[in-house]
């Protein structure tokens, strides 16, 4: 095999679109004389003038030398015919996706390209066992999964079908590090890593939407309270729920309509109703305008009580005695009691493990009880959206009193309808969960189920370092709690947690 890594070592990208380019211009940036094919006349010529425009841009910024610039858009040629593919150490294809169209291509690549180049597919979704199917050469066929925009996300998932051989997977992840990219090695199993992962982020909130939980702008809200970049509604109205759609419903497909991934109703109104997001100016929002103002948070004080104990030996119970403390609140910890939050003369105010707030009072005899999500960020910023539900046997001066005692605590409490593990708590047992999975399953080590999910989607943790600060009974209690509630397929605690306990 020869070596990729060689600045010289020639590289052809057939798809000149928004993959395609973004990939010729790495390339490009890393030295490598690259060839750009399209079948669309002329649309090579138009990434590279394009790409010219970029790349001045960056050198007008400061963020690349003008002789940088200008060598690495000299280095790529748009090319008329796949007769190029003869000189390439690598072909990249980024073209339709489109198994029998990419098949196609690879078949007709085979035929012209040396005995020793690299095929590398840049497809999103589809099985690269399939697509090496057929070749002549299977295991020269490796998954390079860059991510949009190329130029700027790191992560490379570098996928392996069963033909791949290792060496050429091995190649091509020390290419992506060459490159400037962080390579997570992925096995070819529906929606890679990232693809996979991520589908409860959306999944449960749709879930809470079609329970009318909450409205999308408090979910969105306490998600980035949690430290998410976006919230999972205002991320679809981004993506387009037509894409984001599509996606869930090739995950659901290829995994034999597994109840885990079945697409939400929510989202095929919107879709079929044309509400496509941002893109075409409404989607859960409207646009420009956006998500409308959250509710005001409550603002009472907390009525003087007569004891306050606080529960829980971890973080959260710190960061509460913290919290009362700066206000002036006394109040004594309480360890070992089996339950994290505050005991307030007779209510309490308990941290959710995925019992409601009605089953928490059942078992406690507590009439006046409230469930609050999970703070993720620890310490959590002032006013930070955190979810809570209140018992239906709670009294009216309780239900006024226990949001103020989440604002006393320095959040701003979002009411919700009382479901099992609230918001974010669910979200992130589900991402876990969905992860352990994907471990189990010998689709990724753990460590490059974190990187994927940080670099490819920006999450502001992996999910093994949330299972980390929380816990393996804390995440397996949470799921089997949704499973207990909502009976079925889907809450389904991954045997590798259990394993774990
Ligand atoms: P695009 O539509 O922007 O570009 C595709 C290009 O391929 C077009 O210029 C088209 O003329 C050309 N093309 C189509 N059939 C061809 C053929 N047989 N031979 C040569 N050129 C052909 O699409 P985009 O978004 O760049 O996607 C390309 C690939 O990358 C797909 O497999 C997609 O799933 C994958 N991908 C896309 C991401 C995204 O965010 N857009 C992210 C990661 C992967």
């Known amino acids: 095999m020869p070596d990729l890594t060689a600045p010289g070592a020639p590289v052809l990208v057939i798809g000149a679109g928004i993959m395609g380019a973004g990939i010729a211009q790495v390339a490009a940036q890393a030295g490598h004389p690259v060839m750009l094919f399209d079948t669309r006349e002329g649309a090579a010529a138009e990434a590279r003038a394009k790409l010219g425009t970029t790349l001045q841009g960056l050198a007008a910024k400061g963020k690349l030398a003008p002789e940088a610039a200008e ?36 078949r007709q690549l085979e035929a012209v390209v040396s005995a020793s180049c690299v095929l590398a597919t840049n497809t999103s979704s589809i099985s690269v066992t399939a697509l090496a199917n057929g070749l002549a050469h299977p295991g020269r066929l490796v998954g390079m999964h860059f991510f949009n925009p190329v130029p700027l996300m790191k992560l490379v998932e570098v996928v392996s079908g069963l033909h791949t051989e290792p060496a050429v997977a091995a190649a091509i992840f020390e290419l992506s590090k060459a490159w400037g990219k962080v390579p997570v090695h992925a096995r070819s199993t529906p929606g890679f890593i990232v693809n996979r992962i991520a589908r409860p982020y959306y999944a449960e909130t749709l879930a809470l939407l079609l329970e009318q939980a909450a409205a999308p702008q408090v979910l969105d809200a306490c998600l980035r309270g949690a430290g998410f970049r976006m919230g ?32 939400s109703l929510v989202q095929r ?105 999970r703070p993720i960020l620890q310490p959590a910023p002032p006013g930070t959206a955190l979810a ?26 979002q009411a919700v309808a009382d479901t099992p593990g609230l918001v974010v708590a669910r979200t992130i047992a589900m991402l876990v969960n969905e992860a352990a999975d994907a471990v189990l399953q010998g689709v990724c080590s753990p460590e490059g189920a974190d990187a994927a999910m940080k670099l490819g989607v920006n999450y502001p943790a992996g999910p093994f370092e949330w299972l980390a600060r929380w816990s393996v009974p804390g995440v397996v209690a949470l799921v089997d709690a949704l499973d207990a509630h909502h009976r079925g397929e889907r809450y389904r605690v991954s045997p590798w947690l259990r394993r774990q306990g």
């Open 71 to 106: 060598a690495a858009l000299a280095r790529i040629t748009p090319v008329a015919t796949l007769d190029a593919a003869r000189d390439a150490c690598l072909v990249i294809e980024a073209i339709i996706e489109n198994l029998e169209v990419k098949r196609g291509l690879l």
């Open 232 to 263: 999972p509604c205002e991320l679809m109205d981004l993506i387009g729920h037509d894409t984001n759609f599509a996606v869930t419903q090739s995950v659901y497909d290829a995994n034999f309509q597994d109840k885990r991934y079945v697409p």
């Open 269 to 373: 109104e919107l879709v079929d109703g044309g509400l496509l997001g941002r893109k075409n100016g409404r989607g859960f929002y409207r646009y420009p305008e956006g998500a409308p103002a959250m509710p005001p948070v409550a603002a009472a004080e907390p009525a003087p009580a007569g004891r306050i104990d606080i529960h829980g030996d971890d973080a959260i119970a710190e960061a509460f005695a913290a919290a009362l403390a700066g206000r002036g609140i006394s109040a004594a910890r309480v360890r070992g009691s089996g339950w994290a939050g505050l005991a307030i003369d007779s209510a309490r105010l308990v941290l959710t493990d995925g019992r409601r707030a009605r089953e928490w009072a059942a078992a406690t005899g507590c009439a006046d009880l409230a469930v609050f999500d």
């Open 388 to 413: 809570y539900a209140v018992a239906d046997s709670a009294s009216t001066a309780w239900r006024a009193q226990a949001p103020a005692w989440l604002a006393a605590l320095g959040f701003a409490p």
